[in-house]
């Protein structure tokens, strides 16, 4: 049997059902999921987290709620979202590595970042991105032809594909010289700082956690390093009167429409932090699960090869003709959503779906069980990008890969139109099959990563 028929449904319905982590025990201790978390939160959640539109529990005398009913999703991210800042746990695990930026910051200073950021990610400005997406593509596919009969391990291949990408979109000079700095920072903090021990999550944001000292002294050197990424860029200059050509163009000319406030440097910095990482790391793994799906389901994948080869145009291809090639792109952020997880505490009292909430009481919506619930979804465990192509897109607080209401992603656009056009330059450059027979398990980690990177075999076609 091969790998791909050990993960298929019964053969009428000829859908994927992809490797996924064994769900806990109900019975499952406080302490034990806490256990657990350190290795991956995915791996916590029991069948009734699946099953169940809201699960209260308790957690060190505050209470909890997992929610998965769209209406109780939507009072919290959209009506009521002031009421519902970050976590503590939250923000010691992010703000080391990206400051006060966009993905942090609350109030005043988030909306100011807002507003000023906007304009950058429009769709017209990230047309004006694409041939730097395209470039680092092409680039990527040309080292993998080369090395086209020996097996490839396209996680680290998407991950500094996308490295590259969100180099010369921000910077408009490739990652060569600064790419494996870059990569080792990522790492070492996914590695070492950004796992949540029990003293993260137990103390108050203001008493310090022994990871936090190991996180500050982490903070100063990495905003030493994005600081020089800056220094270099500036030095680079652009042409007077020439247009913006890259994002760094675009922020730091960027206003607040309301204030005419312009970025600092410190805060400029932390943009930088955030869309860099924020956009290489999610892209790449979202774009090594579509190959991993695509190696195990052949057939989708000569359906994208086709698709592919019908959408180039004198040697270009046309982005909107790529339907099924962005439904597999949907498809995998369903199943394998980069932020897992969504946490947020309450600010003050309030009501979700007829049960109160007390300040400090902790609201948990999960991309990752809310796509795989067993109410929202036909085949939630399923392979099946053809539920993106019927015209009727999913519930918008059912399906939440870049989250909903005023704090969506910013980059949501961006990261689709790069994933999507990655995809397909990939798919129609080779075939791509697996030679690992093990299966990949993922985690919940910051991002949904693969538990290993399985290597590849790769075919031009």
């Keep these: 049997m091969s790998i791909a028929e050990a993960y298929e449904l019964p053969a009428a319905r000829k859908l994927l059902v992809p490797p996924s982590p064994p769900r806990a025990a109900e019975t499952t201790t ?61 923000l010691r695990v992010l703000r080391p590595i990206l400051g006060e930026g966009l993905l942090i910051a609350e ?13 950058a990610f429009t769709p017209r400005a990230v047309t004006t ?11 990527t596919i040309a080292k993998l032809r080369a090395a086209s009969n020996a097996p490839v391990d396209l996680r680290e291949a998407m991950q500094r594909m996308t490295l590259e990408i969100a180099g010369r979109t921000m910077f408009s000079f490739g990652m060569d010289r600064h790419g494996a700095a870059l990569r080792d920072f990522v790492m070492e903090y996914g590695d070492r700082l950004a796992r949540p021990h029990f ?37 680079a200059g652009k042409n007077e009167g020439a247009p913006p050509n890259d994002l760094f163009d675009l922020m730091g000319a960027a206003r607040d429409p309301e204030t005419g406030e312009a970025f600092t440097d410190a805060q400029l910095g932390d943009q930088v932090a955030t869309m860099i990482l924020a956009g290489h790391e999610t892209t790449g793994t979202a774009l090594f699960w579509s190959l991993y799906l695509l190696a195990l389901d052949p057939a989708a994948q000569e359906q994208v090869a086709a698709e592919v080869q019908a959408a180039t145009v004198d040697g270009a291809l046309d982005l909107d003709r790529l339907k099924f090639t962005r439904a597999v792109v949907d498809e995998t952020m369903r199943l394998y959503p980069p932020a897992f997880l969504i946490a947020r505490a309450a600010a003050g009292p309030d009501t979700i779906a007829g049960m109160p909430v007390k300040k400090n009481d902790v ?21 099946n990008p053809s539920r993106f192509m019927t015209g ?28 999507t056009l990655a995809l397909a330059k ?36």
């Design 30 to 90: 406080a302490l034990g999921r806490m256990k657990m978390m350190r290795e991956s939160v995915i791996a916590t959640w029991g069948q009734r987290a699946y099953e169940e539109d809201i699960i209260r529990g308790r957690f060190f005398g505050r209470s909890s709620f997992i929610l998965n009913a769209p209406d109780a999703i939507r009072h919290v991210l959209v009506d009521n979202y002031e009421n519902y800042t970050r976590t503590p746990a939250g």
């Design 107 to 119: 109030g005043r200073a988030w909306k100011h970042q807002r507003r000023t950021l906007a304009p």
């Design 129 to 139: 991105l694409i041939p730097h997406m395209l470039a680092a593509t092409d680039d």
């Design 199 to 235: 003293l993260d999550l137990l103390l108050p944001l203001n008493w310090p956690s022994p990871q936090d000292f190991s996180r500050a002294r982490f903070r100063k050197r990495w905003t030493a390093f994005v600081g020089m990424l800056m220094a270099e860029r500036r030095a």
């Design 363 to 383: 609201i948990l919506i999960a991309p990752w069980l809310l796509h795989r619930h067993e109410k929202l979804w036909r085949d939630p465990n399923a392979f």
């Design 392 to 419: 009727t897109p999913p519930d918008r607080f059912a399906y939440l890969p870049f989250g909903v209401g005023a704090r969506v992603c910013i980059g949501a656009h961006f990261a689709l139109v790069e994933a």
């Design 426 to 461: 990939m798919i129609g450059a080779f075939r791509i099959g697996l030679l690992d027979k093990e299966p990949v398990m993922p985690v919940g980690v910051v991002t949904t990563q693969p538990d290993r990177s399985p290597m590849f075999a790769i075919t031009p076609r």
